[in-house]
């Protein structure tokens, strides 16, 4: 079955540049979140979608980075005027609900590159 | 603010030797548990979940790991380790449908 992916799994940008990440979760999962890996730490929480609804964004690193999911399903991670700090894997996740006992799924993640 | 450790940033063992990683976590409330595997090149599988009931929990690949509430603990163990094991392993707490929030990682390489 078709697992979460995510596109494009290499990015480089140019310092000051916009980039836009994209995620496809599972098919019917309601719960959508995003997280940045730095090499060699865990993941992060940046912020979490329940269908359509932005629930949680408090891990957002600064007014630059802007998430949606307009139609609940497809997510789109938006980085402005990239810095090099923000050079990291992006993770999105999903699961089948939001609440209780369920497990994330995670793609193969972005790697962006700034320089 | 909710937090998760992992004791050994990098463990190395031969085959067959037996693994235990430590994790423990801040959060006072329900939560759940999970171990996390990220083999090289490839993304975070899910090894082991504990929820309710039965605190030592069986995952895949001979995985086991047991919850100890009164410790804040959730370590994983393997009576025998192979070399396929050698990847980065993640404890995460979920505090009831609330975002995961990861350990630091452990590295664990397993030399044939």
């Known amino acids: 079955g078709a697992g979460v992916s995510q596109s494009p799994r290499y990015k480089v940008a140019k310092r000051g540049q916009d980039v836009a990440l994209r995620c496809d979760p599972i098919s019917g999962h309601v719960s959508l979140f995003w997280y940045q890996q730095a090499l060699g730490q865990g993941p992060e929480f940046l912020t979490y979608f329940q269908n359509e609804a932005q629930l949680d964004k408090s891990g957002l690193p600064s007014d630059r980075f802007f998430a949606e999911r307009p139609e609940g399903s497809v997510s789109t991670l938006k980085i402005q005027r990239t810095q090099q700090e923000d050079s990291a894997v992006y993770l999105c996740a999903s699961s089948l609900a939001q609440g209780g006992s369920y497990e994330q799924y995670f793609g193969p993640g972005t790697r962006l590159t700034v320089t | ?112």
């Open chain 2, 1 to 112: 603010a909710q937090s998760v450790s992992q004791h050994n940033h990098h463990v190395i063992l031969s085959e067959a030797a037996s693994l235990e990683l430590g994790c423990n976590y801040s959060y006072g409330g329900t939560v759940n548990l999970f171990w996390y595997v990220q083999y090289p090149g490839q993304h975070l599988q899910l090894l082991l979940k504990y929820f309710s009931g039965d605190p030592l929990v069986k995952g895949i690949k001979g995985f086991e790991a047991e919850f100890i509430k009164s410790k804040f603990s959730f370590n994983l163990r393997k009576p025998s380790v192979q070399w396929s094991d050698t990847a980065e392993y993640f404890c995460a707490v979920d505090n009831y449908g609330q975002n995961f929030v990861f350990g630091p990682g452990t590295r664990l390489s397993v030399l044939p």
